[in-house]
Structures are given as structure tokens and as C-alpha cells.
Antibody
């Protein structure tokens, strides 16, 4: 079945960078968009951006532009999310979530989701 | 920036009906999706394209749309439905995705 498996928890110091991976199983990797979403402790869901694994085009939320980079590796069916210049407010669980088919028109859904990766930013 | 507004909380007795609203200016032109999130777990989609139910989601979950408001209805609420619920859509350009503020459903 379709499954997304993320890398393990990270602890980083302010100013550092983090890179989280998301490996896809059970479907044609290049046929679906992939989103990244984060959730700070006790807070709601926040969309960070989307990547098209068929070609690599990206669309980042304005809040994260300049600090986030989403990449992909077709050979391992893995997408990556790198966030730089970390600050304490970036402490959150980071999720990848499959979007809709690349060939489909219009925006779509987030399903399924990875298990989440806790990133803690602390001095 | 575009926002989707939900009530912070809804309380309901077992067997009753819970209704969660989500308001946003672009909802007449963009589909809405609903997600259930239980503590310590990743979200799960329970409604897509305003009113469609994914396979495996109980029939007591339904969605509707009217103008700038979409509604998630849980009929015959069960204790296992206690969770946070988020709506999700896109802005009028279709390029910016947004989640609602979230609603905590408490089963009394």
C-alpha cells in the first residue's frame, strides 16, 4: 500500500540547517506531487510548499521562501526538505504528504501522510 | 494572506451529531478537504472535494458546501471520533494551499 516513511528526529542549534527525508512506497513516485507541512507544539497545520517529482518544479509558501529548499531523488523515490537559519520558532513536527496526480488539474489533497519528524531547535 | 476560519471547539454527546464549519472567501471556487488528527498521530483525510468520502472512512462522516462555508458533519458520534479536525483548501489562484485553524471535537 502507499506509505511515506520519514527520517528520524533532529536536534539543531539556532542558525543551523536541517534536512528531512521522505521515502515513498507503493506507487509511481513521479506521478504525484509531494507537500511538506509542519506543526508546532500544540498548534495547527502549516503548509510549507510542494514539489513535483517529475521535473522538480517547486512552489514554496511565502513565509518560507529563501529558507526552504525541496529536492527529490527519483532513483530512491525520496523527497527532501531542507530548512536553513533555524530559530526556536521552527521547533515542530514536519510532515510530508502526497498530493494529487501531477496530470490532474487544479490543487488537491494531502493523503497519505508520513509519520512526522520532530525537529527541535535549542541552544 | 488567505485564511480559513473554524470554531476552536465543538462538544457533543455520544450518538449525537457534530457539525464543524470552515469559512473562506475562495471556497465557492476551490474544493475543500477535511482531516482528522488524533494526539501523536499524523492527519488522515476524511472528506475530499467538499463531500466525497475516501474508502475506509465511516459513513457517519459527511461534507457539504454552501457559498463561502463548508461543513463537516459527524452523525452518531462515537468516542473514537474525539480528535482535532482541519479543513484545507487553496487560494483563488490555486497555487497557495491553506489549512483551517482547527477544531477540537470533544465527546462528552
Amino acid at each position: 500500500q502507499v506509505q511515506l516513511v520519514q527520517s528520524g528526529a533532529e536536534v539543531k542549534k539556532p542558525g543551523a540547517s536541517v534536512k528531512v527525508s521522505c521515502k515513498a512506497f507503493g506507487y509511481t513516485f513521479t506521478s504525484y506531487y509531494m507537500h511538506w507541512v509542519r506543526q508546532a507544539p500544540g498548534q495547527g497545520l502549516e503548509w510549507m510548499g510542494i514539489i513535483n517529482p517529475s521535473g522538480g518544479s517547486t512552489n514554496y509558501a511565502q513565509k518560507f521562501q529563501g529558507r526552504v529548499t525541496m529536492t527529490w531523488d527519483t532513483s530512491t523515490s525520496t523527497v527532501y526538505m531542507a530548512l536553513s537559519s533555524l530559530r526556536s520558532e521552527d521547533t515542530a513536527v514536519y510532515y510530508c504528504a502526497r498530493g494529487q496526480r501531477v496530470a490532474a488539474a487544479g490543487p488537491g489533497w494531502f493523503a497519505p501522510w508520513g509519520q512526522g519528524t520532530l525537529v527541535t531547535v535549542s541552544s | 494572506s488567505y485564511e480559513l476560519t473554524q470554531p476552536p471547539s465543538v462538544s457533543v454527546s455520544p450518538g449525537q451529531t457534530a457539525r464543524i464549519t470552515c469559512s473562506g472567501d475562495a471556497l465557492p471556487n476551490q474544493y475543500a478537504y477535511w482531516y482528522q488528527q488524533k494526539p501523536g498521530q499524523a492527519p488522515v483525510m476524511v472528506i475530499y472535494k467538499d463531500s466525497e468520502r475516501p474508502s475506509g472512512i465511516p459513513e457517519r462522516f459527511s461534507g457539504s458546501s454552501s457559498g463561502t462555508t463548508v461543513t463537516l458533519t459527524i452523525s452518531g458520534v462515537q468516542a473514537e471520533d474525539e480528535a482535532d479536525y482541519y479543513c484545507q483548501s487553496a487560494d483563488s489562484s490555486g497555487t497557495r494551499y491553506v489549512f483551517g485553524t482547527g477544531t477540537k471535537v470533544t465527546v462528552l
